[in-house]
């Protein structure tokens, strides 16, 4: 266990509970600042954490540039006076009126959005008109993950180009996330990196050229950013998430990103030992994000070879050499394989510093609206 683990007295800390390690976080934060040179080049993912305290902290780091996916945390990061939110999830329906509501409401924040469909673009244009506001959009270009986006080329081209045309919208630069490019070694995500972004240049290239402006291409999570940050591209922002937090999987997989430790732990209690070699405890998939293959959802780091092998809403069971010594109550403390969806899960996590709990925070964006 990491040293800055170790709390002195848990006994007054409910379970299943969520830790957050002050001293780490900021270490974290300093890590991502270092790998790019600057905090002006840095535009963090809030959806990890989604907790105004860690917005602020990153504010005192110098960071002004914030990321979001959801109405609720672009209203979290307003409400903490974060001068640049980026909305980087495509407007339709009733959010477009939410989001030029949220224009209207909070004016000390510049908002932009993303977008990737020409329905999608009328949608938000006729809002931000109705309202009488203006954002910039930024093209969501797809890189190879297929999930949104619009494959760089003539038709984005001329996408990127319409946006100029429309009221209320300021074409803003190119959104070019590339969430699939997970290679374990460096050098595989370089390589990948490098082949994806030549059509996306060239596409700049050609815009500039033709007197188009982009402002900005914000690049990348916590694998590839680090990557983006060596290249030399005028209105380059990294766009990092996990790694403030981190957790066991991008740990392990990413071993070129050791400077960032998880800061994110929860703490369980034996609740039954069903069996001679099984101890239950209360972490079930509502206190640990289920996304990762059952039996990979956390990591003891304090019960010797456990294997979990069943895991329902309220419940985790683990089979382990020591089972005969755990009694209902006993603590033990897991690592999350994946932190973001993990702390959605939690109303508040405690926080540690020097091996004491000294604050509480409120996962505040965890709920889908706070006033909007
Ligand atoms: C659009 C976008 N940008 C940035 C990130 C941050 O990526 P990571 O969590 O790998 O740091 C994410 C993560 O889901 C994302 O969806």
Redo the contacts with the bound molecule.
Sequence with gaps: MHSEYTIKDPSRIFSPGLLFFKTLIARNIQGMIKRVGSPARLRP?V??HKTREIVRMERDAGITKQ?C?TIAEAEMLAQCEVPDIML?YPMVGPNCDRFAELIKKYPGSAFSTIADHAVGIKQLADALAKANVRAEVLLDIDVGQHRTGIAAGSAARQLYESLARLPGIVPGGLHV?D?HNHQHPLEERQAAVKQMLEPVMQMRDDLTKAGVPVPRMVFG???TFPVFATMDIAGAEC?????VLNDFNYGNWFQDLSEFTPAALLLTRVISRPTPNRVTFDLGYKAVASDPPAGKRCTFLNVRDAVAVLHNEEHLVVETPDAERYQPGDVAYAMPSHV?PTSALHKFAYVIENGQVVDQWHIASRDRVLTI
């Design positions: 993912h959806k990890t990321k996916a980087s996330y969430g999570g916590t694998p766009s990092p998430g996990t790694c973001c």
